[in-house]
């Protein structure tokens, strides 16, 4: 990156009351997305899948991650893998469509073939047309290129750069703080997955999941059943920033019903829901009795898809009688978080006035905002002053 573009970011480095937000160039700069790319995302743990797109053995889903071209594998002792989809031969794309497959996976172009663990098990005439190997061609050395990856409340997690700290000191506060929801969770079925669209940066998305300021006019009917009065600041800096709810009202259907709760919850949970974004890209809700995770997967400067599961403590075919339940359920989510799509890109098209400086965050009401605005503005001069180090 040319110094010269590089933004300033002390404005954002100190108290809430005195922050400004990170400058516009971190919303419409192609060279910061580009930036922020390597500093955020790939020197981190991002989320780029769960693990109920690959649900059995032998299920593969490619994925174009910010260009990165991967696969997510399930193999035969149904453990995920993720795995650099490119064959070691000549780099020809090894799978263009989610699929099973009963054996290996073999490249299109010379068929070399891995198996599910991503080893090289067969070169067909590397040696010449009647030889399948070679002594330069070392089929322990030439496996898939593996990614870091983890899995946790099935929210399949990347470090592209190998960088990070292990993913169990990167999520042990969250995981300390949900303690009594990590349990099994079983998906909704078809209609509890979406995916929505947005004309925004992906830290917008992010940003306004933090806080609960927005409510009673961007949600006014959610904040008539759990009001702004009734929320909570939640902020774990360097990790994870958010809001929760003293009030957390069941959905019931006509007969009454609800669903089932999470077994062993302490009675906090009777009345209390929490939302947190787990940085970088993972927005989290979680209550008595369904939990939810948005995956936030940035396209461009200012393209976003927010892709929506949600989750209940019993297997839906054990509780057929809540199917509708569970499609109202994902309907007013759906309906909620559509609700902000339109201040997001607001806010998109606002980062294009050239005098906008940031902004002024509210002490009382944006600290978990800044929360994240710090985190992204300490990432980025790490991975700056790093550079400059290493030229």
Same mark, same amino acid.
């Given at each position: 990156?040319?110094?010269?573009?590089?933004?300033?970011?002390?404005?954002?480095?100190?108290?809430?009351?005195?922050?400004?937000?990170?400058?516009?160039?971190?919303?419409?700069?192609?060279?910061?997305?580009?930036?922020?790319?390597?500093?955020?995302?790939? /020197?981190?743990?991002?989320?780029?899948?769960?693990?109920?797109?690959?649900?059995?053995?032998?299920?593969?889903?490619?994925?174009?991650?910010?260009?990165?071209?991967?696969?997510?594998?399930?193999?035969?002792?149904?453990?995920?893998?993720? &795995?650099?989809?490119?064959?070691?031969?000549?780099?020809?794309?090894?799978?263009?469509?989610?699929?099973?497959?009963?054996?290996?996976?073999?490249?299109?172009?010379?068929?070399?073939?891995?198996?599910?663990?991503?080893?090289?098990?067969?070169?067909?005439?590397?040696?010449?047309?009647?030889?399948?190997?070679?002594?330069?061609?070392?089929? /322990?050395?030439?496996?898939?290129?593996?990614?870091?990856?983890?899995?946790?409340?099935?929210?399949?997690?990347?470090?592209? +750069?190998?960088?990070?700290?292990? &993913?169990?000191?990167?999520?042990?506060?969250?995981?300390?703080?949900?303690?009594?929801?990590?349990?099994?969770? &079983?998906?909704?079925?078809?209609? #509890?997955?979406?995916?929505?669209?947005?004309?925004?940066?992906?830290?917008?998305?992010?940003?306004?999941?933090?806080?609960?300021?927005?409510?009673?006019?961007?949600?006014?009917?959610?904040?008539?059943?759990?009001?702004?009065?009734?929320?909570?600041?939640?902020?774990?800096?360097?990790?994870?920033?958010?809001?929760?709810?003293?009030?957390?009202?069941?959905?019931?259907?006509?007969?009454?019903?609800?669903?089932?709760?999470?077994?062993?919850?302490?009675?906090?949970?009777?009345?209390?829901?929490?939302?947190?974004?787990?940085?970088?890209?993972?927005?989290?809700?979680?209550?008595? /009795?369904?939990?939810?995770?948005?995956?936030?997967?940035?396209?461009?400067?200012?393209?976003?898809?927010?892709?929506?599961?949600?989750?209940?403590?019993?297997?839906? +075919?054990?509780?057929?009688?809540?199917?509708?339940?569970?499609?109202?359920?994902?309907?007013?989510?759906?309906?909620?978080? #559509?609700? /902000?799509?339109?201040?997001?890109?607001?806010?998109?098209?606002?980062?294009?006035?050239?005098?906008?400086?940031?902004?002024?965050?509210?002490?009382?009401?944006?600290?978990?905002?800044?929360?994240?605005?710090?985190?992204?503005?300490?990432?980025?001069?790490?991975?700056?002053?790093?550079?400059?180090?290493?030229?």
């Amino acid at each position: 990156m040319n110094k010269s573009n590089l933004s300033n970011l002390d404005a954002v480095l100190t108290s809430t009351d005195k922050a400004k937000g990170l400058p516009n160039q971190h919303y419409v700069s192609q060279e910061v997305f580009e930036e922020e790319k390597q500093a955020i995302l790939f /020197d981190n743990w991002s989320a780029i899948g769960t693990g109920k797109d690959i649900p059995n053995p032998g299920d593969v889903k490619p994925i174009n991650f910010l260009g990165m071209p991967l696969i997510m594998v399930r193999d035969s002792d149904s453990n995920i893998n993720v &795995f650099q989809n490119t064959c070691r031969h000549r780099g020809m794309i090894l799978i263009n469509e989610p699929t099973n497959i009963k054996g290996v996976i073999r490249c299109p172009y010379h068929s070399w073939c891995y198996n599910l663990t991503g080893e090289l098990c067969a070169t067909p005439m590397v040696g010449g047309t009647d030889t399948n190997s070679h002594e330069s061609i070392k089929n /322990d050395e030439l496996g898939l290129f593996e990614i870091r990856s983890a899995v946790w409340q099935d929210i399949v997690f990347v470090n592209i +750069s190998n960088n990070a700290p292990e &993913f169990s000191e990167y999520a042990s506060k969250v995981i300390k703080r949900w303690s009594e929801f990590v349990k099994p969770l &079983f998906h909704g079925g078809e209609h #509890s997955s979406f995916s929505l669209s947005l004309d925004t940066n992906w830290k917008l998305a992010v940003e306004n999941y933090c806080e609960s300021y927005h409510l009673p006019w961007v949600h006014p009917e959610l904040n008539i059943t759990s009001s702004i009065e009734d929320h909570y600041h939640i902020e774990e800096k360097g990790y994870f920033s958010g809001q929760g709810s003293h009030v957390y009202n069941q959905i019931k259907d006509d007969n009454g019903n609800v669903f089932p709760d999470f077994e062993s919850l302490s009675e906090k949970w009777d009345t209390t829901s929490e939302y947190i974004a787990l940085y970088p890209n993972v927005l989290l809700g979680v209550h008595r /009795d369904h939990f939810f995770s948005i995956i936030i997967e940035p396209l461009s400067t200012h393209k976003t898809v927010e892709h929506v599961s949600l989750y209940y403590a019993k297997n839906p +075919s054990e509780m057929p009688q809540l199917n509708s339940l569970i499609e109202s359920n994902a309907s007013f989510w759906k309906t909620v978080f #559509s609700e /902000d799509i339109g201040v997001v890109e607001g806010m998109q098209s606002g980062r294009s006035g050239l005098m906008f400086d940031g902004g002024k965050f509210s002490p009382v009401m944006d600290s978990a905002t800044h929360c994240f605005h710090h985190w992204v503005a300490t990432k980025v001069q790490e991975f700056r002053l790093k550079n400059v180090t290493n030229l």
